[in-house]
């Protein structure tokens, strides 16, 4: 298995934000050291295992969800931890991704993702990264950019405003199900609280009950459905899970100030 290391050594740049990825799975005798830094951007996500970072003199473990960030220009060596092995995905990329400027100004983030579906989408992402860069097909560069960001995003939003893991689910599967019949213990079983619990907690983290948040996220859907289609009211209705019109139409009314066929004919261009 060659090392990250020789990929890309101290001092070297990635001329006009080429990215540079891989997927490793080293024994504890891999280890990178950059007294110097480097001119670009780290970002790691471990698979399982464990691997450190030390930065300023402080090591810091990650582990299986953990999402590394090592800013440019920061004198680092990272490598397997003594008596295990490192299973994780890298990506180098150039200090032109303005992403970047969206997270705290610190030599190393160290992110730990809980949800599982988090998990997945950020592991989707960096797959995306990896394809692209072995492909290097048309617009590979621009590809593999686009996936990057998605990742400096997600980590981003996580950072700005910590939510719980179990009601990040639960606004996930929310999300999932605008058209099915949502039943808040099901919703609790498959997060692993009780049902009391779950509604407490999901009140508590958002300011609304779980059927208010449901309820949100219809009329926001059917706002922009009415404002970048042709269909109805009672179509649009339907399309996002509102069974019975009148409830659609003053949960609407609740949200816009209007009904929803006068915003439709009216054009509001309304926070949605």
């Known amino acids: ?162 939510v719980d893991p179990r009601i990040e689910e639960t606004l996930r599967l929310l999300s999932g199900s605008m058209r099915e019949t949502v039943r808040v213990d099901t919703l609790a079983k498959a997060v692993g609280l009780s049902p009391s619990r779950l509604s407490h907690l999901f009140k508590q983290t958002t300011g609304r009950s779980i059927v208010e948040a449901l309820n949100l996220m219809r009329v926001r859907q059917a706002a922009l459905l009415l404002t970048h289609t042709d269909r109805n009211a009672s179509e649009v209705a339907l399309d996002v899970g509102f069974s019975n019109y009148n409830h659609f139409l003053n949960q609407f009314r609740k949200r816009y100030g209007v009904s929803p066929s006068a915003f439709q004919k009216n054009g509001y261009r309304t926070e949605l």
């Open 1 to 162: 298995m060659p090392k990250e290391g020789n990929a890309l050594s101290g001092g070297e740049s990635l001329a006009g934000g080429v990215v540079i990825a891989g997927h490793f799975d080293n024994p504890d005798s891999y280890v990178t050291r950059r007294p110097e830094g480097m001119e670009d951007w780290l970002v790691t996500y471990t698979l399982s295992g464990q691997g450190y970072f030390v930065t300023s003199g402080v090591k810091r473990l990650c582990g299986a969800g953990d999402l590394v960030l090592l800013k440019s220009g920061t004198p680092h060596e990272y490598g397997t931890e003594k008596g295990g092995r490192w299973n994780f995905v890298w990506a180098h990329f150039s200090s032109r991704m303005m992403e970047t400027g969206l997270l705290p100004d610190r030599e190393l983030i160290v992110h730990r993702i809980e949800s599982g579906a988090m998990r997945k989408r950020v592991y989707r992402a960096f797959k995306r990264v990896l394809a692209d860069f072995g492909e290097r097909g048309p617009y590979w560069h621009e590809l593999s950019e686009n996936a990057l960001r998605e990742i400096l995003l997600l980590l981003a939003r996580r950072m700005s405003k910590p």
